[in-house]
Antibody, heavy 119, light 110 residues
Framework: EVQLVESGGDLVQPGGSLKLSCAAS????????IYWVRQASGKGLEWVGR??????????AYGASVKGRFTVSRDDSKNTAYLQMNSLRTEDTAVYYC??????????WGQGTLVTVSS | QSALTQPASVSGSPGQSIAISCTGT?????????VSWYQQHPGKAPKLIIY???KRPSGVSDRFSGSKSGNTASLTISGLQAEDEADYYC??????????FGGGTKLTVL
């Protein structure tokens, strides 16, 4: 069974940093790109970023609202992906999900981890 | 990249069919067939119900179907059931190798 488990969410002050983790199991992690999607309370889904596989040179891409502040990375030996978030803003408050793709869709999702940016 | 446009809400009675539209541009929905749909119940993670415009993942009811014409994709739910009441989101791959979601549609089963 495919499983993705996010962790690391916390309360952080504006301007601070936080690193989220996404632990995977049940599939060959190194073969898949991993994506991060967030959802503010009562709001819609927002694509945050992704990291491709080693075969695709670990290429990364980011949504406009986080580009330059967030960094996606991975450690295939640990079946884990990461989201490093710097210069956090109140509008970054959200539940953060990690996911992977099946063709052109995100087929497996974690339960999410809550990030709260507030003073 | 602007969010895809979905109606804020739709409703239908049990047994009826409803359709939810998802309008983008030639840089996302109109550019490729990587259009997908998600169902999300309150407090739960999104669930993939349609990918590649019209394909259903294993285990998803055939009451859910997808289509696309030009820059607009559509999700149709036939034989509405109470458990279909949820939020629905579309998503598309873009020409800049990023992904974009729709704003979401709240489905109410009357």
């Amino acid at each position: 069974e495919v499983q993705l488990v996010e962790s690391g969410g916390d309360l952080v002050q504006p301007g601070g940093s936080l690193k989220l983790s996404c632990a995977a199991s049940g599939f060959t992690f190194s073969d898949y790109a991993i994506y991060w999607v967030r959802q503010a309370s009562g709001k819609g889904l927002e694509w945050v970023g992704r990291i491709r596989s080693k075969t695709n040179n670990y290429a990364t891409a980011y949504g406009a609202s986080v580009k330059g502040r967030f960094t996606v990375s991975r450690d295939d030996s640990k079946n884990t992906a990461y989201l490093q978030m710097n210069s956090l803003r109140t509008e970054d408050t959200a539940v953060y999900y990690c996911t992977r793709t099946l063709g052109g869709g995100f087929d497996s999702w974690g339960q999410g981890t809550l990030v709260t940016v507030s003073s | 990249q602007s969010a895809l446009t979905q109606p804020a809400s739709v409703s239908g009675s049990p047994g009826q069919s409803i359709a939810i539209s998802c309008t983008g541009t030639s840089s996302d929905v109109g550019d490729n067939n990587y259009v997908s749909w998600y169902q999300q119940h309150p407090g739960k993670a999104p669930k993939l119900i349609i990918y590649d415009v019209s394909k259903r993942p294993s285990g998803v009811s055939d009451r859910f179907s997808g289509s696309k014409s030009g820059n607009t994709a559509s999700l149709t739910i036939s034989g509405l059931q109470a458990e279909d009441e949820a939020d629905y989101y579309c998503s598309a791959y873009t020409t800049t190798s990023t992904w974009v979601f729709g704003g979401g549609t709240k489905l109410t089963v009357l």
